[in-house]
């Protein structure tokens, strides 16, 4: 098959990677909306645009939902397709292990299927160069093991080890995967990463640090122009007319926290005042037991995921944008809802740690109202006062715009993209 035309935006370095050729491992991709696929579909339409030739191994589309259910792959074990304007990407698509739930167990099939199934072929590639996507791990692990002498690369998206750590892996199995993660990094002659709180980590692993490139995440939706009224009309989202919608998207997992979010809801909604209604769009392995949870609670739904041209509406919907994560969470990774919610035009309301890499880089641009997780008081305060008072509203709109400005730009983000694949090329 064909996917979708690339975007437009990077064509003042068409020149750039002439004659390269690069084989990118990431299992995370479109159609998938959500996670890092985006940016690993921005990385590998970027570098075709800069003038590489790139083939992509990747998985099948599961992610947030954990199940696939595109019927296209639901048999099999390899497709081969293309992408592109004219179809000069190459795309190879693996049949790997998705677990129902995401236990240590379940992610420990999901990784090691896509590493025993991808490394072959990317031993069979002729690519100049190799460039894994981390998460998963797996990727990484297949490029050491069939990068065959080339120089290689890996983006790193979430410290696996960390990740697991701060979501419950305690213990040796926490250690185990960090030791694993620096030794496979390590090997490589560039590691890329997507916030720079990363670095300190890697380094105390045991990368050189003149390895280390940054390449921040960056804005891929458009804002809407619709009015948050003309937004919920247009989805069908039917709430009182003096209601405060606040809106979660993205993966809805146990890093993300949210049984905090039900707790508040039901205790919002004893509360006086207008009525605070909250709407958990997205999926992921929480999803079903968080609507148990919430069974008689009539201020909080959940919507399922929906398609990247749908997305900008439903942060136009929103009166409040919400990012949630777990106590706790310190250094798994950057939230990659924070590149949208900041061109969004709504205020952000941050229930994070405020040491964490979230909470840091917001307060930094005053970008958000930062409260701790699991304060119902707390997070209802903050909303109220994002939408009631207008110093606080226009200081968190201009907090988020500068934010996107500085650290999130399109174009700076491909140029750090092209400038990653020179410099693996030339190591």
Known sequence: MTGTQTQPGIHTHNSSLDGLSVCVVACHFAPE????????????????????????????????????????????????????????????????????????????????????????????????????????LG???????????RPAGVFVHDLVGNAAAQSGTVGRASQLISRAEYNTYRTMDRVGVCTPRFRSALTNGGIDDAAIMDLPVFTHVSRSSESSTEARAALDWDFPDDAIVVVHTGNIGRKQGLTHVVDAAREISRMPGAPIEFVLVGDGNERA?????????????????????????????????????LPGVVEMSLPSKLTSYVTAGRPVVAAVEDSGIAGRLLESYEA????????????????????????????????AARLGDAEFGTESGKRAFCTFASEIANS
């Open 33 to 136: 909306t959500t996670g890092s696929a985006p940016y690993n579909t921005l990385l590998v339409d970027t570098l075709s645009q800069a003038g590489a030739r790139v083939e992509l191994i990747t998985g099948v589309p599961h992610y947030p939902q954990w199940r696939v259910d595109d019927p296209r792959y639901r048999r099999g074990i390899l497709w081969r397709e293309t992408r592109g304007e004219a179809g000069e990407i190459s795309v190879r698509r693996l049949r790997h292990s998705v677990p129902s739930t995401v236990g240590i167990g379940g992610r420990f099939r999901l990784e090691s299927s896509f590493a025993a199934l991808s490394a072959p072929f990317v031993a069979a590639s002729s690519a100049d160069i190799v460039i894994a996507v981390s998460p998963l």
């Open 139 to 149: 990727a990484a692990a297949a490029v050491r093991v069939g990068k065959r002498g």
């Open 289 to 325: 037991g968080l609507r148990e949870q919430a069974r008689g609670v009539s201020n909080i739904r959940f919507v399922d995921p929906v398609d990247a041209e749908s997305y900008p509406r439903v942060l136009a919907a929103a009166d409040v944008l919400l990012l949630h994560e």
């Open 368 to 399: 958000a109202s930062i409260i701790s997780a699991g304060d119902p008081t707390a997070l209802a305060a903050a909303v109220r006062q994002a939408v009631d008072d207008e110093a606080v509203r226009g200081r968190l709109l201009a907090g």
